[in-house]
């Protein structure tokens, strides 16, 4: 083998691993990590307030709206931003080639074809989720930088239309009163956390010209959101759960004060530094994996037939 080949082969050995580089990078943007374990509470709430359910297509749509919608929207919204500091779940970003904008997309694009087989009402939460996301990051709209419409697109998107996803693909084709009350709180449960990762991005945010809720109201007014939406949501939600399932929403309800207390000791500490992201992240990630997981339990223990068998032998005790 002469030296031209052995260049050629060299040349060629690098152009795959810039490809496989590019790959995964895209792949981190996508921070499914985050969608998992932060963002799926409230599309499980969904399917623990219904009174069957689909494992199967619940499942199905799980992997769709947390890998496919969120992950596409994080990744589109990653490509606008051009972040060099750290954002949520990823302290160091990649930086982002051309080609992952068209690829966030696409992958949006499957989901909705992926949505289809559920129904119409489901198809359409789930389109409007994704018409929210584009409407905050998009520079034609760019909802992110004024604190209003950031808390309307991610209320909306991925709080609010997530536990209606999470009803409907449990089987339902009808939505009633209790599961808009608690959609609502989980749109302000997880909006009072949403800010939080703002305080650590002041700098790349200013640079952007983003008035973002942080800068707009300061690390105080962060706070102060914080309690409101914390608390209200976690009343509502805990007062549905109460409605339809008492020992359920009280113990959803302890959880949440005993977390909310925690989180708020620790916001207390915050100082709108970079250093903080660590601080954030413990912070989003304790409070989102207290409810995932209790809300993991309790699906399971509604669905799966084990309160059934725990009634009949109260049944055959008695």
Not at 180 to 206: K, W
Request: hydrophobic fraction near 50%.
């Amino acid at each position: 083998m002469n030296v031209h080949q052995l260049m050629y082969l060299e040349k060629q050995r690098q152009q795959s691993a810039g490809i496989i580089r590019e790959f995964w990078h895209f792949v981190l943007h996508l921070r499914w990590h985050y969608q998992l374990f932060i963002l799926s509470g409230g599309y499980l709430l969904g399917g623990v307030l219904s009174p069957d359910l689909d494992f199967t297509w619940f499942g199905i749509q799980f992997l769709n709206v947390h890998l496919l919608l969120f992950g596409g929207a994080t990744a589109y919204n990653s490509f606008w931003d051009n972040d060099e500091g750290p954002i949520g779940g990823l302290q160091n970003p990649p930086e982002m080639s051309p080609w992952m904008w068209m690829a966030s997309l696409m992958l949006q694009m499957i989901g909705v074809l992926l949505a289809i087989p559920e129904g119409t009402y489901f198809l359409t939460v789930y389109i409007f989720s994704m018409l929210f996301f584009w409407l905050y990051s998009t520079p034609w709209a760019r909802w992110k930088s004024r604190p209003l419409k950031s808390l309307i697109a991610i209320g909306i998107s991925t709080g609010f239309n997530s536990v209606l996803l999470g009803y409907l693909a449990a089987g339902n084709t009808t939505v009633p009163l209790l599961v808009f009350v608690a959609a609502l709180g989980v749109s302000l449960l997880l909006l009072s956390l949403y800010p939080i990762s703002q305080i650590y991005q002041q700098d790349e945010d200013t640079r952007r010209g983003d008035q973002t809720f942080a800068i707009q109201y300061g690390v105080q007014g962060v706070r102060r959101f914080y309690v409101a939406g914390y608390f209200g949501g976690l009343l509502l939600i805990s007062t549905v759960l109460i409605t339809l399932h008492s020992w359920l929403g009280l113990i959803f309800g302890i959880i949440g004060v005993v977390t909310g207390v925690i989180v708020l000791r620790k916001l207390n500490k915050l100082t709108a530094q970079k250093g903080d992201y660590y601080s954030v992240m413990w912070i989003k990630y304790s409070t989102s994996l207290a409810f995932v997981g209790f809300l993991i339990c309790a699906l399971f223990l509604k669905h799966s037939g084990i309160q059934q068998v725990a009634q009949i032998a109260e049944i055959l005790l008695q």
